[in-house]
């Protein structure tokens, strides 16, 4: 039995609907929905609150304890294995490992890299990445291992990749990208290169170039079809930024609908979570993200929609499976909307956790999309508003 079965069972027990039992706990219906079917995790107050609600007598909140306590110790046993891995600096120790220790480094760090900062998942995935050069130089790997070694390598490089646009250099973050696509190929990876093709679109909007960053992703989308994962939508929502950077509403929201369509006919996971996996709290943030370039309007409407609810998935979510970097980018992406429809006092709310940001924490991504909002702020309508003038002055600060 797990919480999900137990919640659903207690809540058809006492003939309440999915609608009725999430308005007395106060959550959206579908967070309720995915709880009871394994997709999310519960917290605290959805055990509790649920236990009052359906007369449970403790047992839900009791259920809720015992998996949180397993979910504990199998992030902490997760993390001291990745930290294992990352003060193993030296090359000659890091080429003593075995090749499935090599791999589950690669997965940890893929991992990792949602909630810790670019300059150390550079260096580990560097050095990780290191051993599986020196085990293809040195043939250190049986026969049926090669293809293996090249994935590793180029998801490391996937990862080296993001840490350097991250971190601001996106020529560096381009030449990562394009080790990772010719690993890919060697391993005839057809998932891993759909993925490339998606971060190589990327690295082009951050450039601007978003001619050539709808190149990569409609060449990716050939490689669609019996393919494991979330590449497609992924890809789908960078088309989606692209069309929105250019002005085109009616075809960023018709693709919109199509990558909406492409993740439900997903049969497969992604064979890698993390940096590597689309889920659908990612969705919406690239929503949110797209159609912020638009006309405001209905567009701003809903990309403020959209913002509220990735940010709200991920505040239910472990530490340690937040995007954080992506969080506090929707962040701005809501105050953004907010100030493109007017409201500049719920813009300066939405901005509040980004301008608290030390500066180690405010990757390139974070000053590049809130220096725009500041920017927003400079028009006419806001000249007379004081909240505007000292968001704008808070945001002016930011990478100082």
Same mark, same amino acid.
């Given at each position: 039995?797990? +919480?999900?079965?137990?919640?659903?069972?207690?809540?058809?027990?006492?003939?309440?609907?999915?609608? !009725?039992?999430?308005?007395?706990?106060?959550?959206?219906?579908?967070?309720?929905?995915?709880?009871?079917?394994?997709?999310?995790?519960?917290?605290?107050? #959805?055990?509790?609150?649920?236990?009052?609600?359906?007369?449970?007598?403790?047992?839900?909140?009791?259920?809720? /304890?015992?998996?949180?306590?397993?979910?504990?110790?199998?992030?902490?046993?997760?993390?001291?294995?990745?930290?294992?891995?990352?003060?193993?600096?030296?090359?000659?120790?890091?080429?003593?490992? !075995?090749?499935?220790?090599?791999?589950?480094?690669?997965?940890?760090?893929?991992?990792?890299? #949602?909630?810790?900062?670019?300059?150390?998942?550079?260096?580990?995935?560097?050095?990780?990445?290191?051993?599986?050069?020196?085990?293809?130089?040195?043939?250190?790997?049986?026969?049926?291992?090669?293809?293996?070694?090249?994935?590793?390598?180029?998801?490391?490089?996937?990862?080296?990749?993001?840490?350097?646009?991250?971190?601001?250099?996106?020529?560096?973050?381009?030449?990562?990208?394009?080790?990772?696509?010719?690993?890919?190929?060697?391993?005839?990876?057809? !998932?891993?290169?759909?993925?490339?093709?998606?971060?190589?679109?990327?690295?082009?909007?951050?450039?601007?170039?978003?001619?050539?960053?709808?190149?990569?992703?409609?060449?990716?989308?050939?490689?669609?079809?019996?393919?494991?994962?979330?590449?497609?939508?992924?890809?789908?929502?960078? !088309?989606?930024?692209?069309?929105?950077?250019?002005?085109?509403?009616?075809?960023?929201?018709?693709?919109?609908?199509?990558?909406?369509?492409?993740? /439900?006919?997903?049969?497969?996971?992604?064979?890698?979570?993390?940096? +590597?996996? +689309?889920?659908?709290?990612?969705?919406?943030?690239?929503?949110?993200?797209?159609?912020?370039?638009?006309?405001?309007?209905?567009?701003?409407?809903?990309?403020?929609?959209?913002?509220?609810?990735?940010?709200?998935?991920?505040?239910?979510?472990?530490?340690?499976?937040?995007?954080?970097?992506?969080?506090?980018?929707?962040?701005?992406?809501?105050?953004?909307?907010?100030?493109?429809?007017?409201?500049?006092?719920?813009?300066?709310?939405?901005?509040?956790?980004?301008?608290?940001?030390?500066?180690?924490?405010?990757?390139?991504?974070?000053?590049?999309?809130?220096?725009?909002?500041?920017?927003?702020?400079?028009?006419?309508?806001?000249?007379?508003?004081?909240?505007?003038?000292?968001?704008?002055?808070?945001?002016?600060?930011?990478?100082?």
């Amino acid at each position: 039995m797990t +919480f999900g079965s137990e919640l659903r069972k207690h809540r058809q027990d006492a003939g309440m609907s999915l609608a !009725e039992l999430a308005a007395r706990v106060l959550m959206h219906r579908t967070h309720v929905h995915h709880v009871e079917t394994g997709k999310r995790a519960p917290s605290a107050d #959805l055990a509790e609150a649920a236990d009052i609600a359906l007369n449970a007598g403790g047992r839900l909140v009791a259920e809720y /304890q015992r998996e949180e306590s397993q979910r504990l110790n199998l992030a902490a046993t997760r993390k001291t294995l990745a930290a294992s891995l990352a003060t193993s600096r030296d090359l000659m120790a890091l080429a003593d490992l !075995e090749l499935d220790e090599l791999h589950a480094g690669v997965e940890e760090t893929a991992i990792d890299y #949602l909630a810790n900062a670019p300059g150390p998942m550079l260096i580990r995935a560097d050095d990780l990445r290191r051993d599986a050069l020196q085990r293809l130089r040195d043939y250190r790997h049986g026969p049926h291992e090669r293809a293996d070694l090249y994935v590793s390598a180029g998801r490391l490089s996937g990862i080296l990749a993001y840490a350097a646009l991250d971190l601001g250099d996106s020529a560096a973050a381009l030449e990562h990208a394009r080790a990772a696509g010719r690993c890919a190929q060697y391993a005839g990876d057809t !998932e891993l290169l759909m993925w490339v093709r998606g971060t190589q679109s990327l690295i082009a909007r951050f450039n601007g170039d978003y001619g050539i960053a709808l190149e990569y992703v409609r060449d990716g989308l050939q490689y669609g079809g019996d393919v494991p994962g979330t590449g497609e939508a992924r890809l789908l929502c960078g !088309e989606v930024q692209c069309l929105a950077n250019l002005g085109d509403s009616r075809a960023a929201n018709r693709t919109l609908l199509l990558a909406e369509r492409a993740r /439900q006919q997903v049969r497969r996971p992604d064979s890698l979570a993390g940096l +590597f996996e +689309f889920s659908e709290t990612k969705q919406r943030y690239y929503a949110a993200s797209s159609l912020i370039w638009l006309d405001g309007g209905g567009d701003a409407r809903t990309a403020a929609s959209e913002a509220r609810g990735a940010i709200a998935s991920w505040e239910q979510m472990p530490v340690e499976e937040r995007s954080l970097d992506d969080e506090r980018l929707c962040h701005i992406y809501l105050a953004t909307a907010l100030v493109q429809l007017g409201d500049v006092e719920a813009a300066a709310d939405a901005m509040t956790p980004i301008l608290a940001l030390p500066v180690d924490a405010q990757i390139s991504w974070i000053n590049k999309r809130a220096h725009r909002v500041g920017s927003i702020l400079s028009a006419p309508r806001y000249e007379n508003s004081p909240v505007a003038t000292n968001l704008r002055e808070a945001i002016s600060a930011l990478g100082a």
